[in-house]
């Protein structure tokens, strides 16, 4: 592909994802079941007959409950009961990995999809090493390349640099009424310098799932270069891997979720 | 005879294997082919009862031949992560990057 040509098929794709209709994406059900996950004192009545208003995203949240990355003991077949068990955080994360886990037989959309589940399980526990707060870095792990995933289009990898995903997250996440933090922690991984903690961290995540990933599965094939990073979190190397091989278990668990 | 599900390939199962959920995968009396050994590893199910042919491999006396595959795998697979994190790391010269490429590798020669 020429310089051109790939120029003109950025431009078209970014275009395209202006025009995608954000309710697709996250409907307005999904939207006013978040709400209500954050209110102080949430009604499980309430969140319970918003959810058998979207049957897809009860099943989603059913099959992720029931699988082995939580771990439950039985199996919970009624979505008032995952609703109590899990609790409004828990839920809210579950709602939010549904936007990345479209059904897809694409190897190349799978690839996407793995790592975005895999760079917010390392972010979590990233977070939680530094003793940082985990939801809004988890969320910025799972939305990072959402774009792609909501407005994939086959060999989409050849047209991806730092300047196309940056632009992307404009287009998409703003529209989508996330909370701001986490619009900045992921627009801030494609830019260069960037001193936000939260966006060091997600860069360092991202490596993370890159590597865990390994040579099939990883969509990107470099690492992003965190010398800074390190330094601005104050996180060791060593400690770094032993995060990575802590949680290669529960990645396992998790890619298990992406058939 | 109860054994690792990773050894009884060609096994005939001789109780029903159940998932965690008590519902049933396999019943009695089937003969396991290595994609059925694969698709039950899959669901997490480590171990079988079954009936196995003339030479059985127990989980408390594994061959030497099966020892040998296991380290001729070990060392294949960290093989393949050394050449991936060699491939990885190449542009990265800082030193941060680099004490945790060679962390990486060295806990990965611990764990296996």
Not at chain 1, 112 to 129: C, G, N, Q, R
Not at chain 1, 149 to 167: D, G, M, R, S, Y
Request: net charge negative.
């Amino acid at each position: 592909m020429s310089t051109a040509e790939k120029q003109t098929r950025q431009l078209n794709w970014l275009s395209s994802l202006e025009a995608i209709d954000t309710s697709q994406v996250m409907s307005a059900n999904t939207r006013s079941l978040l709400d209500e996950l954050q209110a102080d004192a949430i009604d499980i009545k309430k969140i319970t007959h918003i959810l058998t208003l979207e049957p897809a995203l009860t099943a989603k949240i059913l099959m992720i409950t029931n699988s082995p990355f939580y771990g439950y003991p039985r199996e919970i077949k009624d979505i008032e009961e995952a609703v109590v068990l899990l609790g409004s955080a828990k839920l809210a994360n579950i709602i939010y990995s549904s936007l990345v886990m479209v059904n897809s037989d694409d190897s190349e959309l799978k690839r996407f999809i793995k790592h975005s589940l895999v760079t917010a399980l390392y972010a979590k526990a990233i977070s939680e090493s530094l003793a940082l707060p985990p939801e809004g870095n988890f969320m910025a792990g799972l939305l990072h390349v959402l774009p792609v995933i909501v407005n994939f289009e086959p060999n989409i990898t050849q047209l991806l640099n730092a300047q196309t995903l940056a632009e992307s997250t404009k287009a998409l996440l703003n529209n989508l009424s996330l909370p701001t933090a986490v619009v900045n922690t992921v627009s801030g991984i494609y830019l260069q310098q960037s001193r936000d903690a939260n966006t060091a961290l997600l860069k360092i995540a991202f490596n993370l799932s890159i590597i865990a990933l390994g040579k099939s599965d990883a969509p990107f094939k470099h690492l992003i270069n965190t010398e800074h990073e390190f330094n601005r979190l104050g996180i060791a190397p060593s400690k770094l891997t032993d995060i990575f091989f802590e949680q290669i278990p529960e990645k396992d668990k998790l890619l298990k979720l992406v058939s | 005879m109860r054994v690792k599900t990773e050894n009884a390939v060609n096994g005939k199962t001789t109780e029903d294997i159940l998932n965690e959920n008590g519902g049933m995968v396999l019943p009695a009396g089937v003969q396991l082919s290595e994609a059925l050994v694969n698709a039950l590893l899959n669901q997490n199910i480590l171990h079988v009862d079954v009936e196995l042919g003339e030479s059985p491999q127990t989980d408390n006396a594994p061959t030497n031949e099966k020892k040998k595959s296991e380290v001729e795998n070990t060392s294949a697979s960290e093989k393949a992560f050394a050449e991936y994190l060699d491939f990885l790391f190449l542009r990265h010269r800082g030193q941060f990057m680099k004490e945790f490429k060679q962390c990486l590798l060295q806990k990965s020669k611990q764990d296996s």
